[in-house]
């Protein structure tokens, strides 16, 4: 398996412990504050991560780490249906809040997990997305084989990264690629990278 550096929570310093309360599974009054910078700061990627996927308006489609909610904002109006995990309960409640008229209606649902165990059947979804989540996983490596088993054949996967994620390049496209995805290609702006792959056939 591809060795790629990701964080690891056991040897945080104070300021890293800090930066996970607001961002990796955000809690409190830090938690809340770290899902308005967010929602603010991650909407023009999860515009473009969503046009990288050319969903269509028959797709389900997954998000997993989905923070306050921006692309699944973007995204119900586009699909059928948008399903969304997140770790953080302050996340989802933001991320309900902001979807309030879409989950009314049944076409969103959120729910409190990880990417190494999702609630859904095999085969669920058309596309799937993770936007600065992949580096905050338990297991990379298993999260990626459980969005494997949740994407229909051929299905399209994004994960993408923006600069302040502090993730790097190398290894991502060969981890992705050794979990079962096919096709992994690597688009890039100058502050941001994603890793495109499919669902083998």
């Known amino acids: 398996m591809p060795r790629v550096a990701f964080w690891q929570p056991g040897t945080m310093s104070i300021g890293r412990t800090i930066l996970m309360r607001m961002f990796g599974c955000p809690r409190g009054l830090l938690g809340w504050l770290g899902g308005v910078i967010l929602a603010r700061t991650n909407r023009v990627h999860a515009a473009w991560v969503i046009g990288l996927l050319d969903v269509r308006e028959q797709d389900n489609v997954l998000e997993i780490g989905c923070g306050p909610g921006v692309a699944i904002q973007l995204l119900a109006g586009k699909v059928r249906h948008v399903a969304a995990v997140d770790p953080s309960a302050e996340m989802l409640r933001q991320a309900a809040k902001r979807n309030a008229a879409a989950i009314s209606e049944g076409r969103v649902e959120l729910r409190r997990d990880t990417a190494d165990h999702l609630p859904f059947a095999d085969a ?78």
């Open 124 to 201: 669920s979804f058309d596309k799937l997305m993770a936007l600065n989540s992949m580096h905050l996983w338990p297991d990379a490596f298993a999260g990626l084989r459980e969005m494997l088993r949740v994407i229909k054949p051929g299905g399209r996967a994004a994960f993408a990264f923006t600069a302040y994620s502090g993730q790097r390049r190398g290894g991502v496209p060969e981890l992705i690629g050794s979990a079962g995805f096919a096709d992994c290609r690597m688009v890039e702006t100058d502050r941001a990278f994603c890793v495109l792959a499919s669902a083998p056939i």
